[in-house]
């Protein structure tokens, strides 16, 4: 598609539904656009560096900084009885301390921060400080830390029927475990913070965050002051993934601790090695299931058990548990089912946020059960998936429909069995698993697999609170558009979408309108940019504050040329009345003569979604995103190798914003969530030491990963609910496609085996995994 191609049935002079170029892609690659490193220093800077525990868990007796105080550079020791205001962090769950008080409670939990004049100088003296700790006994492990009983919050069950007399009826069950590993976020720009004094304890903090009004909050609590005296602002991030969601305040609140210490200007950037130690990563999940099925594969009962690890402390573990519950149906519905979740506490980094948000650990469970029941039973997976998907169908003997999931919530918007068969027929499935059987049959030591899975995935906060957005729209007498909202950009093209939408309000060329750096001084309490529904929410808010400002020169325009205001129509830079055109720029100079109002806000909230958080039923989510992916891969029986071959993608954008961008969600989405299953392996030693903690132990997918036939195709169809454009959210869905991976290498290990059993990999599949799969199953 070209860049500037419309989508069929719009005018050119649209600047929505096309693939306008990312707003900063030029500047980046020529190296032109800021990141927090890049801006200019203000004259006394200092910079920071955190002394890291080397305990996993034990009594906190001493800190003797004498050595590092002693070495060039180094201004201060900032220490927990520095902190001018509460000691604890104004996390939801009030269970993390600023710095460690009386114990440790991880291998990498930061005890303070060195001040020095220069950024080595601080590391190199960090390093230096001596910690008296009494070791504690440490939680490691999910299965330690459910034998001790060991939780951040309280479990918490999701039934449906009775899944224990379903199973008594089964005709079929299957009995399984499953692990799951973490995922480190690896984002290009690590976690970095600038804090700035201003007059009168007044305070600039730039944040590399996806949620600035959340380091607002936290530095404010952290120094002792209201939160109006505390500005945050991001211009961009490079990289996200959801951890920078909550875990970039911990470094705004170091940094601004240490600048009221030292009463200068105090930056802290995290090198790698302590980026990885320090932050939480994506939660590995342990599970124990039973399923019960039917001669066709048709699941009729469910008994799950999901143990989340969610390190230290709460963080968003709660949230993130409630999602994989939430997506433990993914596209199948549960008829009797009976969900349990465990949120354990370890001696590990506090694990958060990450691309999907739970969601993938839900997914991929029960994709996991529905490729075991085809195995079982002889099945092509499918079909068993086929015969499980959500439908109209009625359940026989009652007045219900297989339509509704086991939260409550019925599925309006279904579109699985079309968007699957469409699939399977355009990536040839049927003629491609002949094929790989019959290539295996005289293969002895490569042996090849292939999976189609689908993805539903509900697009909304399930916190409540948080579907709510703030923009700001500035028309500028020369009839240039300025916009603020409250999301941040990580390289998503948020801010391009938002433009492209005020763009069309406004009925001017796309290159007028101009997005700028996310700013607690102009948008308050907004919300993280995270859930996938940036977009959604800041992309409508803004629509609404630019249709108050053309509102307003409509009935200016009305007034000159005494017509109604309906008459009145903006597009192509030119504003339509009954009697004249004139100029967008020309009709803003009169406005702003007549004393017309050009500026305005806008504000949006999710309609619809509700729910009971004690029992989890309702209606958390607005809408759902779907998709499903077709991939085929490759596994060397002698040393676990394996190798993605082809990949076809048809997924669900709605009504595409910009289809360029949404296919480079897309993609990327799918490679990210590739590297969680087969090469992004966490390895924490028997000492709660994080062992791989750097590009040379933890290996994210390269270039080279990516296969050569890598297809992606959009469905066809707006949003079925009232949202922004008639699109969808695309930021997460994606990554769950890559469960197919996972899939195609099951069904790659079942064919070289051959013995028909259940098919035991644990994830992330490396070549290690694999071989135990194949050797044993376990």
């Given amino acids: ?241 959801g951890g920078k969601e909550t875990q970039a305040g911990h470094l705004a609140v170091w940094a601004a601790v240490a600048a009221v210490k030292t009463k200068r200007a105090v930056k802290l950037r995290m090198d790698r090695d302590d980026d990885f130690m320090v932050t939480g990563k994506r939660h590995p999940f342990a599970y124990e299931y039973t399923a019960g099925f039917d001669d066709s594969g048709r699941l009729t009962a469910l008994q799950l058990q999901m143990a989340a690890n ?138 090849r697999g292939i999976a189609i899975t689908p993805v539903k995935f509900g697009i909304s906060f399930t916190a409540t609170l948080f579907n709510q957005a703030g923009a700001l729209v500035h028309v500028y007498t020369d009839g240039s558009v300025q916009v603020n909202h409250g999301g941040t950009e990580m390289g998503q093209g948020l801010h391009t979408k938002v433009a492209q939408i005020v763009a069309d309000e406004l009925g001017i060329p796309f290159v007028r309108v101009l997005c700028t750096a996310s700013d607690t001084s102009k948008v308050p309490n907004a919300s993280a940019t995270a859930a996938s529904a940036g977009t959604d929410l800041n992309g409508r808010a803004a629509q609404f504050a630019a249709r108050h400002v053309r509102d307003n020169l409509a009935a200016f325009v009305c007034g000159l040329d005494s017509c109604g205001a309906g008459a009145i129509k903006f597009k192509g830079g030119q504003v339509f009345s009954p009697v004249a055109t004139r100029s967008f720029d020309e009709v803003v100079k009169l406005a702003y003569a007549n004393r017309i109002q050009l500026w305005s806000d806008g504000f949006y909230r999710t309609p619809k979604i509700h729910y009971d958080k004690t029992t989890l039923t309702g209606r958390p989510f607005y809408y759902f995103a779907y998709g499903a992916a077709c991939t085929e891969v490759v596994i060397d029986t002698l040393t676990g190798e394996s190798k993605v071959l082809k990949v076809d993608i048809l997924h669900d954008v709605g009504r595409s914003i910009n289809p360029a961008i949404d296919v480079g969600q897309i993609e990327g989405g799918f490679v990210q969530g590739m590297g969680w299953l087969t090469t992004e392996q966490l390895v924490w030693n028997d000492k709660g030491y994080l062992s791989t903690h750097a590009p040379s132990t933890y290996k994210i997918p390269t270039a080279g990963d990516v296969p050569e036939h890598f297809k992606v195709d959009l469905w066809p169809e707006p949003n079925r609910e009232d949202n922004v454009f008639g699109s969808k959210a695309v930021g997460e869905p994606p990554f769950m496609l890559a469960i197919s991976v996972y899939e195609a290498l099951r069904d790659a290990v079942a064919q070289a085996r051959g013995d028909g059993t259940a098919v035991r990999l644990t994830a992330p599949a490396t070549a290690e995994n694999v071989l135990r799969a194949l050797q044993s199953g376990a």
Wanted: hydrophobic letters at 45%; proline letters at 5%.
């Fill in 310 to 447: 969610c390190g230290f402390s709460a963080d968003l573990s709660g949230p993130v548990a409630d999602r994989a519950i939430f997506h433990s149906d993914n596209a199948y519905y549960l008829q009797d089912v009976d969900i349990t979740s465990y949120r354990c506490k370890t001696n590990t980094q506090s694990h958060t946020a990450f691309r999907g948000f739970g969601g993938p650990q839900g997914v991929i469970l029960i994709e996991t059960i529905m490729g075991d029941i085809a195995r079982a039973l002889k099945l092509d997976p499918l079909d068993v998936r086929l015969r499980n998907l959500y439908s109209d169908e009625a359940i026989a003997g009652t007045d219900q429909k297989r339509d509704t999931t086991h939260y409550q919530m019925k599925v309006e918007d279904n579109i699985l069995q079309p968007l699957l068969s469409k699939l399977e027929l355009s990536a040839h499935y049927r003629r491609r698993v002949a094929a790989i059987s019959t290539w295996n049959a005289s293969s002895p030591v490569l042996k």
């Fill in 1 to 241: 598609m070209n860049a500037n191609t419309p989508l069929t049935g719009l005018l050119p002079t649209h600047a929505a539904g096309v693939s306008h170029a990312h707003e900063s892609a030029v500047a980046q690659v020529a190296g032109a656009v800021h990141y927090i490193d890049d801006l200019p220093e203000v004259r006394g800077t200092l910079h920071a560096a955190p002394i890291l525990s080397n305990v996993a868990h034990g009594k906190l007796l001493g800190v003797d900084s004498s050595a590092a105080l002693a070495m060039p550079g180094v201004v201060s020791v900032v220490l927990s009885e520095d902190i001018p205001g509460d000691p604890m962090l104004a996390a939801f769950a009030g269970d993390e301390p600023v710095f460690a008080m009386d114990t440790v409670q991880f291998v990498g939990q930061v005890v303070g921060v060195v001040v020095a004049h220069t950024a080595m100088q601080a590391r190199h003296a960090a390093r230096k400080v001596r910690l008296n700790i009494e070791a504690l006994p440490a939680v490691l492990t999910v299965q330690q830390a459910l034998d001790a009983k060991s939780f951040v919050l309280p479990p918490v069950t999701v039934k449906r029927g009775d899944a224990s007399a379903a199973l008594a009826a089964a005709p079929h069950t299957l009995h399984g475990t499953l692990e799951v590993g973490g995922q480190e976020h690896f984002y290009l720009e690590g976690q970095i913070a600038y804090a700035m004094p201003l007059e009168q304890n007044q305070w600039w903090i730039y944040s590399s965050t996806q949620h600035p009004g959340e380091v607002q909050h936290w530095v404010s609590h952290a120094l002792g002051i209201d939160n109006h005296a505390v500005r945050v602002e991001c211009r961009r991030m490079g990289g996200g993934f």
